[in-house]
């Protein structure tokens, strides 16, 4: 699923669009929300979701990509 802007939330600072790693975000206008250019590309590495200092990004991560992020160690009892 790709990233959902909550447009109350947004302050239109940019940074997600800054930190996207695969453009999926595209500031057309200054101070404005960014708009999903490329909801496709989402690789689902949650930095938008991180770094949005006003918690204005939903992510939900498929239940594959979560399986990526299983603390190994901790599950083999180390
Ligand atoms: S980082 Fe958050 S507040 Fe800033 S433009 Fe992106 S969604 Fe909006
Ligand atoms: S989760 Fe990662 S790849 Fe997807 S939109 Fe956010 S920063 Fe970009």
């Not at 949650?46 to 949005?52: G, M």
């Not at 239940?63 to 160690?73: E, G, K, T």
Request: hydrophobic fraction near 40%; charge should be negative.
């Amino acid at each position: 699923m790709p990233p959902v802007i909550n447009m109350e939330k947004c302050t239109g600072c940019g940074v997600c669009a800054d930190i996207c790693p695969t453009d999926v975000f595209c500031v057309t206008e200054k101070k404005k929300p960014p708009i999903i250019r490329y909801p496709e590309e989402c690789w689902h590495c949650n930095s938008c979701v991180l770094d949005c200092k006003w918690a204005a990004i939903e992510l939900r991560i498929p239940l594959p990509a979560m399986m990526l992020y299983v603390d190994a160690p901790a599950k083999a009892g180390q």
